[in-house]
């Protein structure tokens, strides 16, 4: 089974990707889709997790989110990424994120040269939609009077999707901003030129303090979902 993920320090969000829709063998053989969901399962619930706790597993970062199958085939992943799929343009800017962490060493790198594909160089993302989709959680998120420290402006996720969207800009002709690492990202920037070596520092700082900032929050009150 071929794993990708995307971690923070805080929570992880997995995805379940395997290979083909064959049927297990032994003596009581049963579909591979039915098998790797129950797989799925499995490890979410061996990862001891509390929903509102400071530390959480999330499985919605799948094709069709949660309304779809816990584990999809490497067919499904290619159909809901692809130029014809149903995936929205924060999905796709998302998978600049995924890194195959287990299962089998070929899938995940099969998997990540897909998603390099998918990502730099069929043009499907839409910067217009990430910034709908950002003034959205900014309307959603944030209270008056209030800083979050992941959506005001300025937060996390301002920093995050910046870096990500110019690596999708650039990272057709860029090799070295196909990572997942936001730190070697932002290092690959300011080697090609794209930023200037003091905002790459500057951000890489900024990033370090706003993850330490959000983790001692979670520490500190006991859930995920405070950042205020």
Do not use: W
Not at 104 to 123: A, C, H, T
Not at 174 to 186: D, G, K, M, S, W
Not at 212 to 226: H, P, W
Request: proline share 3%; aromatic share 10%; glycine share 10%.
């Amino acid at each position: 089974f071929g794993g990708a993920a995307l971690g923070y320090a805080s929570d992880i969000e997995l995805m379940f990707v395997y290979n083909d829709n064959g049927r297990t063998d032994g003596d009581h053989p049963i579909d591979n889709a039915e098998f790797f969901n129950l797989l799925a399962k499995g490890v979410n619930l061996f990862i001891e997790s509390k929903r509102e706790g400071i530390f959480q597993v999330d499985l919605r970062l799948r094709p069709h989110g949660e309304s779809g199958p816990l584990a999809c085939s490497l067919e499904t992943f290619c159909n809901y990424y692809g130029t014809d799929g149903q995936a929205h343009s924060y999905e796709l800017l998302s998978l600049v994120r995924m890194r195959a962490i287990g299962g089998d060493i070929e899938l995940g790198k099969q998997l990540e040269r897909i998603r390099d594909e998918l990502v730099y160089f069929s043009g499907n993302i839409n910067i217009a939609d990430i910034r709908s989709l950002r003034e959205k959680q900014f309307r959603e998120k944030n209270e008056p009077g209030s800083v979050n420290a992941k959506y005001s402006p300025g937060g996390l996720v301002d920093l995050e999707y910046g870096v990500q969207i110019l690596q999708v800009i650039y990272g057709k002709d860029i090799p070295q901003l196909r990572t997942a690492r936001i730190h070697e990202a932002l290092t690959a920037l300011s080697n090609a030129g794209i930023l200037s070596e003091v905002d790459s520092i500057g951000l890489i700082e900024a990033y370090n303090f706003l993850r330490n900032l959000i983790n001692g929050l979670r520490m500190l009150r006991g859930n995920a979902k405070d950042l205020f």
